[in-house]
């Protein structure tokens, strides 16, 4: 559930938590109890970790520009030769790129 940041006239802004269909909804000051608005803040993106904070732009990016493999991205394109065993069958070697844990296709 997210932390949204609300101003009370009397006493100032105070976060609360409210979910995401509710977070237009104003909130309970905790000191006087009047019904509060919610204030529109900037993102606190000092406080995020910085490789976090890449993480979340890259794939914020991805989302409108998705990386299209082409010359030059660290993949290798050309056809390979399948390599196979005693009975015909492809054998399967540990990938040696960029990205580990992806599975490439041959």
């Known amino acids: 559930m997210p932390l949204y ?7 100032g802004s105070f976060s609360e938590f409210a979910s ?3 977070c237009e909804k104003p909130q309970a000051c905790p000191h ?12 606190r993106l000092t406080a995020m970790p910085k490789q ?3 993480a979340h732009e890259r794939n914020e990016k991805s ?3 998705p990386h299209v493999c082409g ?14 065993d005693r009975d015909g069958q492809p054998v399967l070697e ?13």
């Not at 940041?5 to 006493?11: F, L």
């Not at 010359?71 to 196979?84: D, E, F, V």
């Open 52 to 54: 976090t904070r890449i």
């Open 5 to 11: 940041e609300y101003h009370c006239d009397d006493h």
């Open 94 to 106: 540990p990938v040696r790129g960029p990205r580990p844990w992806v599975v490439e296709h041959a």
């Open 20 to 22: 995401v269909a509710n």
């Open 63 to 65: 989302r409108v520009e």
């Open 32 to 43: 006087c109890g009047a019904m509060a608005p919610r204030a529109i803040t900037i993102p």
């Open 71 to 84: 010359p030059g991205c660290g993949h290798n394109h050309g056809k390979q030769k399948t390599k196979l």
